[in-house]
Every structure is written in structure tokens, then in C-alpha cells.
């Protein structure tokens, strides 16, 4: 879909509509947006964790805002607007992967497969101490199925890709996600776009994403995010997988 089709097609659901390189970045609702979208190949998200303003990936530290601006982090939310939004982001793809946080992981469907961020210097803590490892749900089967096996955690040691967000994961990390969930042209879908790493990172890597955010800060960040990695050399490219010999049993 075009970019000028795909405007007509949202209407008044979307306040702006913006292409930047290869990928579309949306101000809206994701409720609202997502069932105009059509199908997309692949959805990797991380939504709002439902445990309060003051946490996240740099909590305290983040120069723009210490929330998440037009909505709160509340449980209430994740149950009314997150989980139903990965709900449907699951209907539309062949591939979703999420990263829910720990507390509120199991609101959401039941994934296929689970794997981990493991964070060995983190200084988050939670009730039972420092929290090392976020969970990841795998919905889908993996895209390079039967042509490579490859793991399902990511030692993570990186610093967040921007402080200008208050839960912005770190680029290397979300590359390496956003790799794992699709091939080379896919396009994976956002509807948590918040700073706009997920869309960073289908630049880096030759996918078409499209991000849905509905805060007009963290969409202006995102669009300038987006904008400034269309000016970097693509440092990663990735081969066509070539056929091997391998077998597995699936569960």
C-alpha cells in the first residue's frame, strides 16, 4: 500500500501519516489503526509494562519524560489497551514477538516459544531482587525454519538506544530481535512505536516497518530517529540462508 493510500485508508484514525526512507510511522490509537492495516509479515513490539511511570529502562535517568506522556502505565491500561492491541497485532501476522516485562507477562496469550533478554549488569530491582532476565514471547514459527537454528536469548549489555524515552531498548538488542522475526524486504509492524527503535532498526536491516504511536512527542522523536539512521550505511546485511542438512523434532 502506498503512502497516499494508506492516508486515504486511515481517514480521521490517523493525525499524521509520515514515510521516512522505507518505513511509515503513524500517529494514532493501535486499536483503532491496526484493523485498516491489512496483513503484515511480522509484528515486534514492546508494550507499556503496566507497573508505573517511574521504571523502565532508564527510568529516572530519561531527559524527555519520566511517563509515557498521554496515557498511564497502569494495569488498567495494559488489560484494556496492550493486551487487547498484541491480540489483534497476533491475528494480523505470521510472526509476533513481544517483550511484556515480568510482572503482567502472563495477561497476555499464551506464546508458542519463550526466551529472554538476559541483562547481567542491571540495577532494576524487583520484589525478589535485582531483575537480570525480561521475558520474550515468540507467537508464530520461526521464518528461517528448517534453514538455520538459532538461539532464542540475547545477552543484553548495551545502553538504551535514546534517553529521550523512558523504557527505550537498546538498538543492537532490537536489531538482533527484529532479525529474528523476518527476512530480508518483510515488513514488521509496531503498535507500540514509542522513540521509534523497531523502525530504527528495519532501516538497519532492509525491512519495511510501520510504527503506531499515539503520543505526539515520542512520534516527533521516533520520525527524527527514523530519519537520521536513512542517512547511516547499513552495517548489516544479511546473506540468504542456504539449505542444510539438519532435522528437528517439534514439540
Not at 69 to 76: A, Q, R
Not at 150 to 176: F, G, R, V
Not at 187 to 209: E, H, K, Y
Request: net charge neutral; proline share 8%.
Amino acid at each position: 500500500m502506498d503512502i497516499d493510500t494508506l492516508r486515504a485508508t486511515l481517514g480521521d484514525k490517523a493525525k499524521r501519516v509520515e514515510q521516512i526512507g522505507g518505513q511509515i510511522l503513524v500517529q494514532g490509537d493501535c486499536l483503532e489503526v491496526m484493523p485498516l492495516l491489512g496483513k503484515v509479515d511480522a509484528v515486534v513490539t514492546d508494550p507499556p509494562y503496566g507497573i508505573g511511570c517511574a521504571t523502565g529502562t532508564i527510568g529516572k535517568s530519561a531527559k524527555h519524560k519520566r511517563n509515557y506522556g498521554v496515557f498511564e502505565d497502569s494495569e488498567e491500561y495494559l488489560l484494556s489497551v496492550s493486551v487487547p492491541a498484541v491480540k489483534m497485532a497476533i491475528s494480523i501476522s505470521s510472526v509476533c514477538i513481544l517483550t511484556p516485562g515480568g510482572k503482567h507477562a502472563f495477561e497476555y496469550p499464551k506464546p508458542d516459544a519463550m526466551g529472554v533478554f538476559y541483562q547481567p549488569a542491571t540495577t532494576g530491582m524487583c520484589a525478589w531482587g535485582r531483575t537480570t532476565s525480561q521475558p520474550i514471547l515468540y507467537y508464530g514459527r520461526d521464518p528461517r525454519l528448517g534453514l538455520t537454528i538459532q538461539p532464542m536469548h540475547y545477552i543484553m549489555n548495551e545502553k538504551p538506544s535514546t534517553n529521550l524515552h523512558p523504557c527505550a531498548k537498546p538498538q543492537k538488542a532490537w536489531d538482533w530481535l527484529c532479525n529474528r522475526a523476518s527476512l530480508q524486504g518483510q515488513t514488521i509492524l509496531d503498535p507500540f512505536m514509542g522513540s521509534g527503535t523497531t523502525l530504527v532498526a528495519c532501516q538497519n536491516l532492509d525491512r519495511n516497518g510501520i510504527g503506531i504511536e499515539l503520543d505526539p512527542d515520542y512520534f516527533n522523536i521516533a520520525c527524527k530517529r527514523v530519519d537520521e539512521a536513512t542517512r547511516q550505511p547499513r552495517l548489516f546485511s544479511e546473506p540468504k540462508p542456504k539449505p542444510t542438512q539438519d532435522t528437528m523434532t517439534l514439540e
